[in-house]
């Protein structure tokens, strides 16, 4: 057989399999675009939910000053700055049922409040029709449960402040694990070191569980609506649960966007914690009638006229730094 008869056969059998290879590389390179672009936008999103998910107008939902984590989520602010976040990234903003069919596949949305947790979920509801409809509905808030052997049981929270049922008393007592460990006679509050791991476990092992139950729920929803991608509970290091559950924050997750012969999934976790600043209190010396700025605990004895965020906003004001040393 002649060389040129041999490039020929060569080719015909070849170049078929370059040519599928090819095709799977720009899949792939597609894909890993594509999965760059989704992953920086649920990111994005959930920063943005983060962020402003505890915005509020009532004075009582402010942050608590016995705990700097003592806030109230705003979870339909966060769902809703998700979602914009979500669809602007995506190209769909002026789209709505593209936005509708992007939670398709969304499985679970989980805001991780101070003393519980909500999770978004596609649940099934009856029509008047008798047939089956979907939607996106909150779950009740979830606590954060652990119960002993002897009856008694402690609602966690993100630090370790407790409501509990001591079953010995027969009554329910709340407040800080080392306030309570000299009253109660719950032994989970009688070691700090074994209170904070139960506490972590037990917070994570609840998210996990009600997670996994929900991605399962979706898949009926998903082959209901002609999704043939089989969701599951997504591989998550143990330390990225529990700097989650170190603040109140929003997890959110992405299965089965398809691109080609691959599939994007991704999840993100934000943070949605205040961090409060101490005071700045401005006051004047009545006997020379210079104003100072100092904290509150400095206790100087002005009557406070002024109260400022930082130094520089007070010393802006003509306020001079008082030294509490000189007490």
């Known amino acids: 057989m002649k060389i040129t008869e041999l490039s020929i056969v060569f080719v015909l059998i070849f170049f078929p399999l370059f040519w599928i290879i090819s095709l799977h590389t720009q899949d792939a390179e597609e894909a890993n675009s594509l999965a760059h672009r989704y992953r920086s936008a649920l990111q994005t999103a959930v920063m943005d939910a983060g962020a402003v998910m505890h915005q509020n107008e009532k004075q009582l939902d402010e942050a608590g000053y016995d705990s700097t984590k003592f806030v109230k989520a705003d979870k339909e602010l966060a769902l809703l700055t998700f979602t914009q976040t979500m669809a602007l990234n995506m190209g769909i903003q002026d789209d709505p049922a593209a936005i509708r069919n992007m939670f398709n596949y969304i499985p679970a949305v989980v805001i991780l409040d101070y003393d519980g947790y909500y999770m978004l979920s596609t649940e099934t509801e009856l029509t008047g029709n008798r047939d089956d409809s979907f939607r996106q509905v909150w779950s009740p808030k979830r606590p954060y449960t652990y119960s002993d052997s002897n009856g008694s049981s402690i609602n966690f929270t993100l630090d370790d402040y407790v409501y509990a049922y001591d079953a010995n008393a027969g009554k329910w007592i709340e407040g800080f694990q080392k306030e309570l460990a000299a009253s109660s006679q719950i032994p989970l509050l009688q070691n700090a070191d074994v209170f904070e791991q139960i506490r972590r476990s037990r917070i994570v092992t609840s998210v996990q569980d009600d997670l996994a139950d929900v991605i399962n729920r979706h898949n009926e929803f998903a082959r209901k609506n002609g999704i043939s ?51 700045i209190v401005g006051g004047v010396d009545p006997l020379t009638g210079i104003k100072y700025y100092s904290r509150p605990t400095c206790g100087n004895g002005y009557r406070a006229e002024e109260v400022f965020t930082d130094a520089r906003q007070a010393a802006s004001q003509g306020y001079f730094e008082y030294n509490c040393s000189n007490r």
């Open 229 to 279: 991608y089989t969701f599951t509970m997504p591989l998550i290091a143990q330390e990225d649960w529990y700097n989650s559950i170190n603040d109140t924050g929003i997890m959110a997750f992405i299965q089965g966007i398809g691109v080609g012969d691959q599939k994007i999934n991704n999840y993100a976790i934000g943070g949605g914690r205040l961090v409060k600043k101490a005071a």
